[in-house]
């Protein structure tokens, strides 16, 4: 369903359910921040290990199930996380938005360093460990963003947005980016957030968000093997 105007784009009072709804999103999202930045150091060859795909899984399953209670307030869960058709202009719309997003992300790094201290990327092509990077590329590209677009995006939008459109935009975007545990990777997740958010209140569906997430990922992934294959040149 496409929509011409934003949900909620005044602030306007919370009715009961909705308060609670905000109230356990908020704590969820505290929650992972806090989690976040109590990991400690990432290991650079997580993406090696088949055990970083059978976490990420897992606690991802267990966000969706969080996401879908807590959506129950609304009534109908499904439309209100944003489950619902979108018109195919705010696909490309969101593809647009994250192109920028990286290009950004691109003029950054050398500045933050922010794909070094996320952590993830091995120095190094390891061909024994294939089958692992794949099956951990194919998780960070489909479940995670699945995950992350329907807690942050699909939820956290509806649960803002009595609150206004900015304020449900721009809170979940610096939700999300702290949700990463780095400091130095504020900007750009910021800016990613704001986004994939902007579009989500506007299209009334997170899926643009989904598969715009996904290739970003997607993107993330083709870098730290081009970035394998210039060190072997």
């Known amino acids: 369903m496409e929509t011409t105007s934003s949900p909620a784009s005044t602030a306007r009072s ?6 609670v709804a905000l109230g356990a999103w908020l704590a969820v999202a505290v929650g992972l921040i806090a989690l976040a930045f109590g990991q400690g150091e990432i290991p650079r060859d997580l993406i090696y290990q088949y055990e970083f795909a059978i976490s990420t899984i897992f606690a991802f399953a267990v966000l969706l199930a969080v996401t879908f209670m807590i959506s129950l307030a609304y009534g109908d869960p499904l439309p209100a996380v944003g489950i ?3 018109s195919w202009r705010w696909l490309w719309i969101a593809l647009g938005l994250i192109v920028l997003a990286v290009i ?3 003029l950054l790094e050398p500045i933050l360093h922010a794909g070094r201290d996320q952590g993830l990327a091995p120095d190094r092509w390891q061909p024994d460990r294939a089958p692992a990077f794949v099956a ?5 590209a489909t479940v ?3 995950g992350e677009e329907l807690f942050f995006r699909g939820l956290g939008v509806r649960a803002l947005a009595p609150l206004g459109s900015a304020v449900a935009v721009a ?6 980016a702290l949700a990463h545990g780095f400091l130095t990777g504020l900007p750009p997740l ?6 994939v958010a902007w579009v989500r209140l ?3 569906s997170v899926w643009p968000g989904v598969i715009a997430h996904g290739a970003y990922n997607l993107l993330g992934i083709a870098a730290i093997v081009l970035s394998w294959v210039l060190d072997v040149g």
């Open 171 to 176: 809170a979940t975007a610096l939700v999300f």
């Open 190 to 195: 910021f800016l990613f957030g704001l986004a």
């Open 84 to 86: 619902r058709s979108f």
């Open 14 to 19: 919370l009715a009961p359910r909705e308060a």
């Open 202 to 204: 506007r299209s009334d």
């Open 104 to 106: 950004v992300s691109l």
């Open 144 to 146: 995670v963003p699945l």
């Open 136 to 140: 951990n590329a194919i998780v960070i």
